[in-house]
């Protein structure tokens, strides 16, 4: 059968592409403490007039805008996407204005009643993290970290791919080892 409920997200992965490449993908690092993942699909809807009605609706696909909530951004994340750059000796992150931010495919899992869904967005950009600080009171509230990511098609026109409740047994354990590619055996 299959989910009749989806819940929760988890095992947040990114992989670089690797250098000089828009196709292949370093191996995918773990970014632990997920909150939360939204995607608006973007792209236009244009209608074609004739015969005093819409004879035709061209609808394209342009990706998704995602935000990506989170408990805290890795320093490997800062280092990888961002190009942020760590001093030897003291172990200090230093973010630069004059580096752009680097493309990347995101992983991760949805759970469901039954199987859950594992997804790989293909081309992703991201804008650095928000940051909110606040002074601790009679509780302790967790801050969270959020990101802004434009999920774009690939040059094949791929934007992602998802998991199902008859994926293989092996596909779905070697999910977060590479990024899935469509015709690719795991």
């Known amino acids: 059968m299959g989910d009749k409920i989806k819940y929760s997200i988890k095992n947040v992965h990114y992989a670089p592409f ?12 773990k970014m632990p403490g997920a909150v939360a993942l939204s995607l608006e699909p973007t792209g236009e809807s244009t209608p074609f007039y004739a015969d005093g009605m819409v004879y035709f609706r061209a609808v394209s696909n342009t990706g998704y805008e995602a935000e990506l909530e989170i408990a805290y951004v890795p320093a490997d994340f800062l280092k990888d ?15 630069n204005a004059n580096k752009i931010s680097k493309p990347f495919a995101l992983l991760c899992e949805e759970d469901g009643d039954e199987t859950g869904t594992k997804f790989a967005f293909y081309k992703c950009t991201a804008t650095r ?22 999920i774009e098609p690939m040059e094949n026109g791929d934007v992602y791919s998802m998991t199902q409740s008859t994926t293989p047994a092996e596909t779905l354990q070697n999910w977060y080892n590479k990024v899935f590619k469509k015709g690719e055996v795991a």
């Open 18 to 29: 690797t250098s000089g490449s828009t196709t292949e993908y370093e191996t995918p690092k």
């Open 81 to 95: 996407i961002f190009e942020y750059t760590e001093d030897e000796t003291t172990k200090v992150l230093t973010e």
């Open 129 to 150: 993290p928000k940051r909110n600080l606040k002074t601790k009171e009679e509780n302790i509230e967790a801050q969270t970290q959020t990101m802004s990511i434009q």
